[in-house]
């Protein structure tokens, strides 16, 4: 695949972030994103789970600024996603599942996750359904999580299939 395609497929994965569909990603869609998946479970933002889920976003959208936002207006346009974020991360998609760790495990957390660290195939597609993923799709996406087939869902799992869908065009 030449660099022109995997800019385009890579570009599309944008909008993922984007969750107020204003055209580049800051503070607030981290935020935004972490209010839905509280909203999904029912869990007070004021509470420990809610409170971690809030600064693992936080932390996540630090170290995408600090990937992606070139110019440091703490904005990171579609342009400088592709360009920053993505092509500093195409050898190395562990780096950005470092980025996400602290979000996806208080996100799990606040899915009900066991003392392993697992959920349920279905929590895991409430979770990605609450992140603007349709139903159909995050359903899919859980069970292919999946992969042991026992019907739980470990940051083991998810990490590094986040990281591959966000700097791997396939």
Same mark, same amino acid.
Not at 14 to 35: L, P, V, W
Not at 79 to 92: P, Q, Y
Not at 127 to 153: K, M, N, S, Y
């Given at each position: 695949?030449? +660099?022109?395609?995997?800019?385009?497929? #890579?570009?599309?994965? /944008?909008?993922?972030?984007?969750?107020?569909? +204003?055209?580049?990603?800051?503070?607030?869609?981290?935020?935004?994103?972490?209010?839905?998946?509280?909203? $999904?479970?029912?869990?007070?933002?004021?509470?420990?789970?809610?409170?971690?889920?809030? =600064?693992? $976003?936080?932390?996540?959208?630090?170290?995408?600024?600090? #990937?992606?936002?070139?110019?440091?207006?703490?904005? #990171?346009?579609?342009?400088? /996603?592709?360009?920053?974020?993505?092509?500093?991360?195409?050898? +190395? !998609?562990?780096?950005?599942?470092? #980025?996400?760790?602290?979000?996806?495990?208080?996100?799990?957390?606040?899915?009900?996750?066991? =003392?392993?660290?697992?959920?349920?195939?279905?929590?895991?597609?409430?979770?990605?359904? $609450?992140?603007?993923? !349709?139903?159909?799709?995050?359903?899919?996406? $859980?069970?292919?999580?999946?992969?042991?087939?026992?019907?739980?869902?470990?940051?083991?799992?998810?990490? !590094?299939? /986040?990281?591959?869908?966000?700097?791997? !065009?396939?």
């Amino acid at each position: 695949m030449d +660099n022109s395609e995997y800019e385009r497929r #890579i570009a599309a994965r /944008f909008a993922t972030f984007d969750q107020d569909r +204003n055209g580049y990603i800051d503070r607030e869609d981290f935020s935004r994103a972490a209010k839905a998946v509280l909203a $999904a479970f029912g869990t007070a933002a004021r509470s420990a789970r809610g409170q971690a889920l809030y =600064s693992g $976003a936080e932390a996540f959208w630090q170290g995408m600024a600090g #990937i992606a936002d070139r110019d440091g207006d703490q904005r #990171i346009t579609r342009e400088e /996603f592709v360009t920053g974020a993505v092509k500093r991360l195409r050898d +190395n !998609p562990e780096r950005f599942g470092e #980025i996400a760790r602290p979000f996806l495990h208080a996100a799990l957390a606040v899915a009900g996750a066991d =003392s392993d660290g697992g959920v349920t195939v279905g929590d895991v597609t409430r979770l990605l359904a $609450a992140l603007d993923l !349709p139903d159909h799709v995050a359903a899919e996406v $859980a069970t292919a999580l999946d992969t042991d087939r026992d019907g739980r869902v470990g940051e083991a799992d998810i990490v !590094p299939a /986040f990281a591959r869908y966000f700097t791997v !065009p396939e």
